[in-house]
């Protein structure tokens, strides 16, 4: 596992693009593995600009993202697909065809998650997969559990979860989502490599245990310490305690 570490949220937002940028220019038809919140929102406007400059192309580039929230269509404001729409792909010389989300509004979610893992397995895995963490160590949405899910499947939202994401619905947590459509750990760990952001104090204690403490369902990112490429890109302050306690970075 390589940790970088980075003096803010935007020197860890160009450090994340220039990785992804590295791949894309590489490999013009990867596969990658897009994440929402916050977090990978600066990378994406880096992404955008050097797009728009010409350094990258995303033409032949097909996405899958991590989640979506179950009942909100792609047109709802708060959707995954439209925050990607909005995001990214809006903006870049992305053929829409190619870009992937779980759909929230399947009639049938068992099949609708069989579909995404068969579509994610016949792209033969994601080249480089894009993940955010929560504050209580989820990736995707995998909520601290017993076990480790392993293909996409229906998630209940942790209160903690719905708690965070009310910021995105009127500060209302009664307005978010109570479920999910998310990538399974399994379905994360089969990407060939793993890019995570992190930024900021308020993570620096889950961060710590996700990186150096034991490998268990109760800190779904601690998963990351069983992948073999593995790339971590956190502000500082996101570091704070995995530093104090002896973390090594590049
Ligand atoms: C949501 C998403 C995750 C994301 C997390 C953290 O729960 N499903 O993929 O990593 O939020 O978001 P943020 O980066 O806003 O802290």
Redo the contacts with the bound molecule.
């Keep these: 596992m390589r940790v970088y570490k980075t003096a803010d949220y935007a020197a860890m937002s160009r450090q994340a693009a220039n990785i992804i940028t590295s791949l894309v220019v590489l490999k013009p038809a990867c596969v990658l593995g897009l994440?929402?919140?916050?977090?990978?929102v600066g990378t994406y406007e880096q992404l955008i600009a050097w797009n728009q400059e010409g350094y990258l192309s995303f033409s032949q580039v097909t996405t899958v993202n991590?989640?979506e929230y179950l009942g909100l269509p792609g047109t709802h404001d708060q959707s995954?697909r439209y925050f990607m729409d909005h995001n990214l792909f809006d903006h870049v010389d992305i053929d829409k065809a190619r870009t992937n989300v779980p759909n929230g509004m399947a009639g049938d979610v068992a099949q609708e998650c069989r579909r995404y893992d068969k579509l994610v397995e016949s792209l033969g895995g994601a080249d480089l997969q894009l993940?955010?963490?929560?504050?209580d160590g989820?990736?995707?949405?995998n909520e601290p559990c017993d076990h480790f899910p392993v293909g996409t499947h229906l998630v209940e939202l942790d209160p903690m979860?719905i708690q965070?994401?009310a910021r995105f619905f009127d500060n209302d947590p009664a307005k978010v989502p109570t479920k999910?459509l998310?990538m399974g750990i399994g379905t994360i760990l089969s990407a060939k490599r793993l890019l995570m952001v992190v930024s900021g104090g308020d993570?620096a204690e889950i961060l710590a245990r996700a990186l150096l403490g034991p490998v268990t369902p109760a800190v779904p990112a601690s998963a990351l310490q069983l992948h073999r490429d593995v790339t971590v890109v956190a502000d500082e302050a996101a570091l704070g305690v995995y530093l104090q306690q002896g973390g090594q970075v590049c």
């Design positions: 994440a929402t919140g916050s977090t990978p991590l989640d995954y993940l955010g963490m929560g504050h989820h990736i995707a949405f979860t965070a994401n999910a998310t993570k």
